[in-house]
């Protein structure tokens, strides 16, 4: 569909991208042209396709993964990898599990052949592990190439060359005849160098792109390929990769998965080829191409950790990987320890990984937010009580946290980072930090209590106010103690004695004002009786609530008890943690009342 334009060759404000009326309330918000040339350049072209099954279809299983960090990536690098790093790399993905690795260009200097030849003569390429390595369609160059192979136990050529129409006119000025008998010629020259130079211990394999297949018009990749295939005739136990790679991207995802179902539907022998997809993120949506690609029909991914490549980088494994881990299915790859990933690839490509990467960056599971941190609490205590319900553990059940895809657990992260505070932050985030650290779990009143003395800390000073001083903050503000004794009154021992009709005495030996007193008071419990004491030093206290709960498990353990008090007319919480749940509370409404007087 044609969408109208208007005389100046903006989108008709009547009329959306797709041609439906669209509401408009106030001119004035309309948008502008931009005064940009967008003349200069032409959209993309569908593919005529009126039965398509992609949109239909799910990753249920893992694709196959090349690796192309060491090739693809390493060529993109501002200091290209040492011999030292490149190794660290490789030995990176191959505990990681990829089974497939690009290890090189070995015909385009020295420093990519020795390469190779070091990781075959070191015995470091495990015996299930397929290298490749690159090369273009000329004879010294594929002869060069698969010299560097010798004594590998599974190794690929891959051979490429450009087809897209730019490249046929503007850099080699041929027809698409001279063009597919490039393919033709450097697939007969591989297989005749690989016969004379590579011994039977080497279970060889070979890989056709039509580079920028994004660019070819479709009928011509084909006819390319099955030219390349007439040549090296796949069949049971002899596939053949065809990589069709955006080499630039150019068009949605959608028609990313098209041009894929397309190419599957139409190659002849396509049960005996392996079709891989090879995106790079020039328009931000490699993940997505990659993903539909895999939908419609491709069998393998190209790309690099992180998205390492040329200009705005090759697709991202970590990322393609994770999305699969959090619907359920297994990558096959171990990202278990993201950060050592992260930072073996820092130190390999001696680039940065941006804290916002998702899966790996340092912020990925932080929320700052406050309503954004309330969800998550709530959401831990929630997978408490559904697994205590069903009598398992947390690990055991559904993950089920807000704004949190995945366990950060599961990628060896802490849960120390997930809610940091500042001052957009509210009470669930701190109540959060107290109680993953700390094992303190603040009613709500006193969570608002509490968030509004660290609101007004970070509204002071700025930035962000780290667990540490949130910990410290909250000892000053209810936990006065023996090297912090503010307040009127420290408590120092007590006890209770119950009468026949029910009727509880307490005693209990404390400093108040600075000089040891023995208060004593009676009620129908010990917190009733010590408010009754308090009286006696004209203090008055009233119980508006309590709370209470164990810190840990086993006979040592702490409890902590939280009272909301009415003193003197000023609501106020207090809490005390002590073994004896008695003593905790007798602490906590000390803690209300100095809190009171400070």
């Not at 003569?121 to 390595?133: F, K, L, Q, R």
């Not at 060069?144 to 490249?167: C, D, I, M, Q, W």
């Amino acid at each position: 569909m044609t969408t109208p334009v208007n005389p100046a060759g903006a989108v008709n404000p009547a009329e959306n991208a797709v041609g439906r009326p669209t509401p408009v309330t106030n001119a004035t918000q309309l948008q502008k042209p931009s005064g940009m040339p967008v003349d200069k350049y032409r959209g993309y072209e569908a593919v005529d396709i009126a039965d398509r099954t992609w949109p239909d279809n799910r990753i249920a299983v893992a694709p196959r993964w090349l690796s192309t960090d060491l090739r693809d990536g390493n060529q993109a690098l501002i200091d290209p990898m040492s011999p030292a790093r490149k190794r660290e790399m490789f030995d990176l993905l191959v505990r990681m599990g990829y089974k497939e690795i690009e290890v090189g260009f070995p015909s385009s200097g020295e420093t990519d052949f020795a390469f190779v030849r070091s990781i075959i003569e070191e015995g470091a390429i495990p015996e299930d592990v397929t290298i490749s390595v690159l090369t273009q369609a000329r004879e010294e160059l594929i002869e060069r190439t698969v010299e560097s192979l010798v004594g590998a136990r599974r190794a690929t050529v891959h051979l490429y060359n450009a087809t897209a129409p730019t490249f046929r006119r503007v850099v080699f000025r041929g027809s698409k005849e001279q063009v597919k008998q490039i393919a033709v010629d450097g697939t007969r020259l591989v297989m005749e160098y690989a016969e004379k130079i590579l011994g039977p211990e080497t279970i060889f394999g070979y890989q056709y792109s039509p580079e920028i297949f994004t660019d070819t018009e479709l009928d011509f990749a084909l006819e390319v390929c099955e030219a390349v295939c007439d040549v090296w005739q796949p069949e049971e136990g002899r596939e053949i990769i065809l990589n069709l790679p955006a080499t630039v991207e150019r068009s949605t995802p959608s028609t990313h998965a098209d041009r894929f179902e397309w190419m599957s539907r139409n190659l002849t022998r396509r049960e005996f080829v392996c079709l891989s997809v090879h995106p790079h993120n020039d328009r931000g949506t490699a993940v997505a191409a990659a993903e539909l690609a895999i939908m419609a029909g491709a069998d393998r991914i190209e790309g690099c950790l992180f998205g390492q490549g040329e200009r705005t980088g090759n697709v991202d494994l970590v990322t393609l990987g994770m999305n699969l881990f959090s619907q359920g299915v297994d990558p096959q790859i171990d990202f278990s320890q993201i950060d050592e990933i992260r930072r073996t690839s820092e130190y390999c490509n001696q680039m940065e990984i941006h804290p916002r990467h998702p899966y790996a960056g340092d912020l990925v599971y932080t929320a700052f937010s406050g309503s954004h941190q309330d969800a998550i609490k709530k959401g831990f205590d929630a997978m408490e009580k559904d697994a205590a319900a069903q009598g398992k553990t947390v690990d055991e059940i559904e993950w089920a946290v807000p704004y949190l895809p995945i366990d950060p657990k599961d990628v060896g992260r802490s849960y120390e980072a997930v809610i940091r505070v500042n001052s957009q932050s509210g009470k669930g985030g701190i109540a959060y930090v107290l109680k993953n650290d700390h094992k303190l779990d603040l009613p709500r009143r006193m969570q608002i209590e509490f968030s509004r003395i660290i609101q007004a800390k970070t509204d002071a000073e700025g930035g962000e106010v780290t667990p540490t001083q949130i910990w410290s903050t909250f000892q000053d503000e209810y936990l006065p103690n023996a090297e912090n004794a503010w307040g009127r009154i420290q408590l120092r021992s007590g006890q209770t004695t119950t009468d026949t009709d029910g009727t509880d005495t307490l005693t209990v030996e404390a400093t108040v004002d600075g000089a040891d007193t023995v208060l004593t008071g009676s009620g129908n419990g010990p917190i009733s009786a010590f408010f009754e004491a308090l009286q006696a030093i004209g203090i008055d206290a009233r119980l508006l609530d309590y709370t209470e709960h164990t810190m840990s498990e086993g006979a040592s353990a702490q409890a902590a008890s939280y009272i909301e008090c009415a003193i003197d007319g000023k609501v106020l919480w207090g809490i005390g943690i002590d073994a004896n749940t008695t003593r905790a509370s007798l602490k906590a409404v000390v803690s209300a009342v100095n809190r009171a007087s400070r």
